[in-house]
């Protein structure tokens, strides 16, 4: 759970060893990205997690544990610096059936300018400095005059019934959600679709 009132984590513990991260949101993000190919094995996964976030002590440590330890890690490293907050744990496993409405990478030109419009905050120099914690507290608490939330309400809002008065306005909506189209099955928004992603990883990864 996401609490401002202490310092940030960034340290967590598997199987009784100590680890130093570096949670940065960039970092999170492309290793989540390398996640999406299939082709890499758990310990293609852990090394990649290695080079991202841990100390060279960490490195060497990781390198040198067996595929069922390799497994063991990667289930912590996920649970405790990629799954943030109380609704990516509740949603874990939830199947919803409305469309996709965000992702991360083909939304990525108006998150940054959702983030420098409500925080007045360049992703840019941000990087290697804002926790993915802090990431998406502000992601998800972005207000609804941003055009990241327009195009997340268009993917999202059912086409009315047609009747004899709203033909255009189903025309206007129906090029509007083809044209921010996703093109992919079964996401909803980034609280329920992060909590999927992280029970699909810890799953594969315990598999």
């Known amino acids: 759970m996401f609490n401002y009132s202490s310092p940030r984590k960034n340290v967590f513990y598997s199987q009784g060893i100590k680890y130093c991260v570096r949670p940065y949101y960039n970092r999170v993000l492309a290793f989540l990205k390398a996640c999406d190919d299939k082709d890499l094995s758990i310990r293609n996964l852990c090394a990649i997690a290695g080079r991202l976030f841990l100390r060279p002590l960490g490195r060497f440590r990781l390198k040198h544990l067996s595929m069922e330890d390799c497994e063991k890690w990667l289930t912590d490293f996920?649970?405790?610096?990629?799954?943030?907050?109380?609704?990516?744990?509740?949603?874990?496993?939830?199947?919803?059936?409305?469309?996709?409405?965000f992702d991360f990478w083909v939304d990525a030109e108006y998150v940054y300018a959702a983030f420098y419009q409500a925080y007045r905050i360049d992703l840019h120099k941000a990087v290697n400095h804002m926790f993915w914690g802090d990431f998406i507290a502000l992601l998800s608490g972005l207000p609804k005059?941003?055009?990241?939330?327009?195009?997340?309400?268009?993917?999202g809002r059912?086409?009315?019934?047609?009747?004899?008065?709203?033909?255009?306005?189903?025309?206007?909506?129906?090029?509007?959600?083809?044209?921010?189209?996703?093109?992919?099955?079964?996401?909803?928004?980034y609280k329920q679709g992060l909590g999927k992603l992280f029970g699909e990883l810890k799953a594969w990864a315990e598999s």
């Open 158 to 189: 059912p086409i009315p019934e047609r009747t004899d008065y709203n033909s255009e306005e189903i025309r206007r909506l129906e090029e509007a959600k083809d044209f921010f189209a996703l093109h992919k099955h079964k996401k909803v928004s």
């Open 78 to 101: 996920i649970m405790h610096v990629i799954q943030t907050g109380k609704n990516a744990d509740e949603n874990c496993g939830k199947e919803n059936e409305t469309e996709q409405i």
């Open 145 to 155: 005059d941003t055009r990241l939330s327009d195009i997340m309400d268009i993917r």
